[in-house]
């Protein structure tokens, strides 16, 4: 190679524009563009949040709920207020974090755009000086085939001779550097140079900032799963929600959000060498997509939902008791899960999600009738007498004392059986919130809900949710949930 490229001339190549930097401008101002850095992601985060927030409680797409809003209010093992605590702690720590990170960042300036346009027309120029020697080896004399173009096909005969167009000599294309008697750039060298440096650089830059975050948040986030320790201590914080809703997305553990969240994208912005307002579009559409993968809808015409199979359903499939141990990728694509084989393999979800459904409902109702009957019955109100009841609580089974695997819904074969039995442990380890009662719980509400399916294998739940979850009457839409319509969208599926 190096014998190669001595022999190609490189002294008579077109020269570069001359250019001056000016300070580039804010793009919203007063607002300095290091700080709508900063902002813009917290913005979003909250609009869309808000967005999610307001179609449920006015209720306006329930076909294409995961869950429904009794899951919501029956098996988070934390209040939304809570979870607003930790997202603002999260979001202050990001802020500060990004705060450092820029100022370690130069300032931008603009007006070298064309300079840089001409280097990249330049490297494309040198690469024509190879094509003679290349079409050599396979036995084509580039100068003949350019003699017999030359007449019709000018620019094509130049490429072909190694990038020599007389004909563009004295008329230099970028800037004012030109002199007599030095050599041009074509229009398509140009056109070609644009390109890459406005289009292909930048998506290499945001391909590989996608590459690194899910890489870094692949592997974190499995070890918080793997290592009983890091589960407990720091990643148990993000499963309470059993069932996440949009503002749930970044609900962490401190320490959790700073390495795997802010961390990751400050590295990810950092080794794509990313400029101010590419950060902006990066930092403030990786959250989005985290949002949208917690929104806790299917929608269809949601685009985040079809870009990548990586979306709220195959997310959602993580945050169940039977495959937190399945599903680690986030936030862009799956294909670390499927390359390490940590997807979910149990196969179509549906009949869980309809199970889970219906047992939530009928909890919900079951609570919803305690709190009517205390309060409308006036006979009753006034004296609290235990007595019709007083051996209740003494003869009530005591569910965490039943065996854990005689209450579980049966596991697939196979692999499907190892990743359940991972969840389940997980779920165990996982003591102070929750541990083995929550799978009791679930295995008790699961044996209830096919008791309940056998029974009137047609029959709607009650839609007796009232306005205490902020969601107006709803009923149970067990039979017309979305994974009927839309399981292309929740991705699941044993297909896949
Ligand atoms: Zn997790
Ligand atoms: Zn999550």
């Not at 969240?261 to 950060?279: E, F, P």
């Not at 996982?430 to 719980?441: E, M, T």
Request: a positive charge; proline letters at 7%; charged letters at 20%.
């Amino acid at each position: 190679m190096a014998t190669a490229s001595a022999m190609i001339d490189f002294s008579n190549l077109p020269p570069l524009p001359e250019y001056h930097l000016t300070p580039l401008p804010s793009l919203l101002p007063p607002i300095p563009d290091k700080l709508l850095t900063l902002l813009l992601p917290i913005f979003a985060y909250w609009a869309l949040s808000m967005f999610f927030h307001w179609i449920d409680t006015k209720d306006y797409f329930p076909q294409y709920r995961l869950h429904t809003p009794a899951e919501v209010s029956k098996r988070n093992r934390v209040s939304r207020w809570e979870v607003i605590r930790d997202v603002l702690i999260q979001q202050v720590v990001q802020t500060a974090v990004g705060w450092v990170l820029g100022m370690t960042e130069p300032d931008d300036f603009f007006g070298k755009e064309q300079y840089d346009v001409a280097v990249w027309a330049r490297r494309i120029r040198i690469a024509e000086k190879s094509i003679p020697r290349l079409l050599a080896t396979v036995g084509l004399d580039a100068r003949g085939i350019a003699k017999t173009l030359g007449a019709s096909h000018p620019t094509l005969a130049g490429a072909l001779q190694g990038g020599q167009y007389p004909s563009l000599e004295n008329l230099s294309a970028v800037g004012s550097a030109s002199k007599v008697g030095t050599p041009g750039f074509a229009g398509w060298e140009l056109m070609l140079a644009s390109a890459i440096y406005w289009v292909l650089v930048p998506a290499l830059q945001f391909g590989l900032a996608i590459l690194v975050v899910d890489t870094w948040q692949y592997f974190l986030h499995r070890a918080m799963h793997m290592n009983k320790w890091l589960y407990t201590t720091f990643h148990s914080r993000h499963h309470r929600l059993y069932v996440p809703y949009a503002y749930g997305a970044l609900y962490n553990h401190p320490f959790e959000g700073f390495l795997l969240d802010t961390l990751g994208a400050s590295i990810a912005y950092k080794l794509a060498g990313m400029n101010t307002r590419q950060g902006m579009v990066f930092f403030a559409g990786s959250t989005i997509k985290t949002v949208d993968d917690h929104c806790g809808y299917a929608l269809p015409w949601d685009p985040l939902q079809h870009i990548t199979s990586n979306n709220a359903g195959y997310h959602d499939v993580h945050h169940q008791s039977w495959g937190i141990k399945t599903n680690f990728s986030q936030p862009f694509f799956t294909f670390w899960d499927r390359l390490l084989g940590t997807v979910w393999t149990g196969g179509d979800v549906s009949a869980r999600y309809e199970r889970s459904r219906l047992a939530a409902q009928k909890a919900f109702d079951t609570d919803n009738k305690k709190t009517t009957v205390t309060h409308s019955n006036p006979a009753d109100s006034g004296t609290q007498d235990p007595k019709p009841y007083e051996n209740d609580l003494r003869d009530a089974t005591d569910l965490p004392s039943i065996p854990i695997k005689n209450r579980q819904p049966e596991p697939p074969a196979g692999k499907a059986e190892l990743q359940a039995a991972g969840s389940r442990q997980q779920i165990l380890d996982d003591k102070k919130d929750g541990g083995p009662g929550v799978l009791v719980d679930e295995a008790y509400e699961e044996k209830e809900a096919r008791g309940f399916l056998r029974r009137s294998p047609r029959k709607r739940a009650p839609s007796t949710l009232s306005s205490k979850d902020g969601f107006k009457g709803l009923r149970d839409r067990v039979p017309t949930s979305m994974h009927g319509r839309a399981r292309g969208i929740i991705g699941v599926d044993g297909s896949r």
